[in-house]
């Protein structure tokens, strides 16, 4: 019997992995790299929350990206209507996205699995087509006329997280570290919602959707929760890419990003715990390496996910554990 839980194990592996980051920007001084790591984490905190729901609770979700703008946009606009500081909207940020969660949860998650793709994209596309075309008028000070949801340009330049007047020039350490923070709360509630309960009821559902309905499991409420929670942390995480890069526009529904997030899930492994971090480091890589070819970029992390499907569709986890268990020396049967 193993002396610690998965979820103990899990959980020390974090403290670790967060040793690491924390510790980073004592050997990697320059802004722009610091930036990238900053846009790393951030990145990675969706594509987490992403895997929780897609890969362990089985919700086939389109709509992570939409509740990440929810995010960035309640930071953008109570910022520039209301002067408030991002350390207060980031918060509410993360709950109007758990709000619209439940909401679009109860409306599709009775679907089917393709359906509620469809639905969830089609959301997506139509919130993004009716913010884009915004022209209503919202007077803030000053005398301007900004559009209620900021139209095609989105906000920008509202307030930030204050470490530019604390620290001057070194202010994006203290934003790294809240990223930090936001990734770490992200991660921990992944690891317990996989390692926990909530986790163990996925994998019923997901083995025999029958039998767990005998035993008095309600599919649509397991899968609303998990709507909900990975909702909450990934708007959490959108409000915080809006107060460090102090801009939310629709720039954040492309489908260029969607696809970029669920390629760090492919690439690392879906239904692993730790597979969304590696696929996420590995992207991030791939992506500056091939900043200078212009468009060829999202063709190449196209043509990475179609060789990850068809040859290796565990993804980065499943390999290394694969290998793992072949290097690992067999037990000679007891005489």
């Known amino acids: 019997m193993s002396r610690f839980s998965d979820l103990q194990k899990n959980l020390f592996i974090l403290a670790g992995v967060l040793a690491v980051i924390a510790a980073l920007p004592l050997f990697i001084t320059q802004r722009y790299f610091l930036g990238e790591i900053v846009l790393f984490m951030i990145w990675a905190s969706v594509a987490v929350q992403w895997n929780v729901l897609l890969g362990h609770a089985g919700v086939f979700s389109l709509g992570q990206m939409l509740f990440f703008a929810i995010g960035a946009y309640t930071v953008g606009m109570m910022g520039v209507f209301f002067d408030i500081s991002p350390w207060l909207s980031m918060p509410v940020g993360a709950v109007v996205a758990a709000v619209a969660s439940f909401a679009i949860g109860l409306a599709c998650l ?4 393709a359906y509620v793709a469809l639905l969830t994209f089609a959301i997506v596309f139509m919130v993004s087509s009716l913010i884009s075309t915004d022209a209503e008028c919202f007077i803030t000070e000053g005398g301007l006329c900004t559009p209620l949801f ?3 340009n989105g906000f920008s330049g509202f307030g930030d997280l204050g470490f530019r007047k604390l620290l001057k020039g070194k202010w994006i350490l203290g934003n790294y570290f809240v990223v930090l923070g936001v990734l770490a709360l992200s991660l921990m509630a992944s690891i317990v919602v ?6 163990l009821a996925f994998r019923s559902l997901g083995d025999s959707r029958v039998y767990a309905a005998a035993r008095g499991m309600n599919r649509t409420r397991f899968h609303i929760i998990a709507f909900v929670i990975t909702a909450f942390f990934t708007g ?3 409000a915080v890419y809006a107060a460090h890069f102090r801009f939310a526009g629709p720039s954040l529904f492309e489908f260029s990003n969607l696809v970029f997030i669920l390629g760090m ?7 692993s715990t730790w597979g969304p971090i590696f696929g996420a480091a590995l992207m991030m890589v791939l992506v500056e390496l091939a900043k200078s070819w212009g468009d060829i970029q999202n063709s190449l992390i196209g043509i990475v996910l179609i060789v990850f499907v068809l040859l290796l569709p565990k993804g980065v986890a499943g390999a290394s554990t694969k290998l793992f268990g072949f290097l690992k020396p067999k037990r000679k049967p007891s005489a």
């Open 110 to 113: 009775r679907l089917d699995t």
């Open 150 to 152: 900021g139209g095609g």
């Open 194 to 199: 996989i390692h926990g309960r909530l986790g």
């Open 236 to 238: 959490l995480t959108g």
């Open 265 to 271: 899930i492919v690439v690392g492994g879906l239904k």
